[in-house]
């Protein structure tokens, strides 16, 4: 997919360096198509590496995105740039009279918090409440995948006694569910989260379906059946070294931490890691953006609802 992103985003270097198409806005203005619109809700700390990793996900399709990248309006970013988030993000409200084809939400450092104590909650519900009828289809990720749930669904999540962390074997549900079209009856994905989801709570919703879950991770993929909210409990678009810097974090804190399950070699932190979830990731997002967002949003924008 080319991707539309603005102009000098400190990404475009990166992603070009791996062979990823990437559109400036000065050239997608003279293509006469209309892209998909795509909005980036980023809460990670560190959002110029999200911005990479989300925007090398959204790349492995042939349709053409326009991104946005959002943030939170009153909080203070301590691992970005000011100058950075002036450039290129916008708030919510530079954009809430404004429609898009797709929507991702990441994940965000807070869920030790009950969501109610988290500083932007409020800000939070109203885009989520917002994008029932702003957005096609919007992609939840690990702590927004929770708060989604919750929010939208009254599902609580329950703090585990140990972190969900490493690279865990998963199941597909239900391989005529879109989004897992293609998967492998079983294939890998990483997590990386001190709390979790009933899948009890969920089979209550009759407006939900589990698409893919894990024995030892829990649930993974849940779909609103009309194909308006996708819920992604782990980190599928974490690149190869994500994981062991999280773990080198936490060591270096002398925080508690296991080693990451099946992540580096013979499960030794002296050994190299490895990427045993890449192509799953690929197909996740080309096929959130294909079936959910492409063949489902109207060609004229302003008809979403």
């Keep these: 997919m080319p991707l539309n992103v603005p102009d000098n985003l400190p990404a475009i270097d990166v992603l070009k360096e791996e062979n990823i198409f990437i559109m400036t806005e000065s050239r997608a203005i003279h293509q006469d198509i209309r892209p998909l619109r795509i909005a980036i809700?980023?809460?990670?700390p560190?959002?110029?590496?999200t911005e990479i990793q989300l925007l090398r996900m959204l790349s492995n399709s042939p349709l053409q995105a326009e991104i946005s990248l959002l943030n939170i309006k009153n909080h203070v970013s301590k691992n970005t740039s000011q100058l950075h988030l002036e450039t290129f993000y916008m708030n919510f409200d530079q954009i809430k009279n404004q429609k898009f084809d797709g929507l991702i939400i990441t994940g965000a450092p807070v869920e030790h918090l009950e969501f109610e104590d988290v500083?932007?909650?409020?800000?939070?519900?109203?885009?989520?409440?917002?994008?029932?009828?702003h957005v096609t289809s919007t992609f939840y990720i690990c702590w927004a995948a929770q708060a989604g749930l919750y929010h939208h669904y009254g599902i609580q999540k329950h703090a585990v006694d140990k972190k969900i962390f490493g690279v865990f074997q998963h199941r597909v549900n239900n391989s005529k569910i879109p989004l897992v079209r293609g998967f492998d009856d079983e294939f890998m994905a990483p997590h990386s989260r001190h709390t979790d989801i009933s899948r009890e709570d969920i089979l209550k919703i009759s407006e939900l379906e589990i698409a893919s879950e894990s024995a030892e991770a829990g649930v993974y993929i849940v779909v609103s059946r009309d194909g308006k909210q996708v819920f992604v409990t782990g980190?599928?678009?974490y690149d190869?070294?994500?994981?062991?810097?999280?773990?080198?974090?936490?060591?270096a804190k002398g925080l508690p931490i296991d080693?990451?399950?099946n992540y580096f070699i013979g499960?030794?932190?002296?050994?190299n890691p490895r990427a045993l979830w890449k192509g799953h990731a690929s197909l996740l997002?080309?096929?959130?953006l294909n079936y959910y967002v492409y063949q489902q949003t109207p060609f004229i924008i302003d008809e979403i609802s």
């Design 240 to 251: 190869l070294v994500t994981l062991k810097q999280e773990y080198d974090r936490d060591i």
């Design 46 to 49: 560190v959002k110029v590496t």
């Design 235 to 237: 980190h599928s678009e």
């Design 119 to 133: 500083s932007y909650w409020g800000e939070i519900q109203e885009i989520m409440d917002w994008a029932k009828y």
């Design 267 to 271: 499960d030794d932190p002296n050994k």
């Design 41 to 44: 809700l980023n809460l990670m």
């Design 259 to 261: 080693v990451p399950k």
């Design 285 to 288: 997002f080309a096929n959130w």
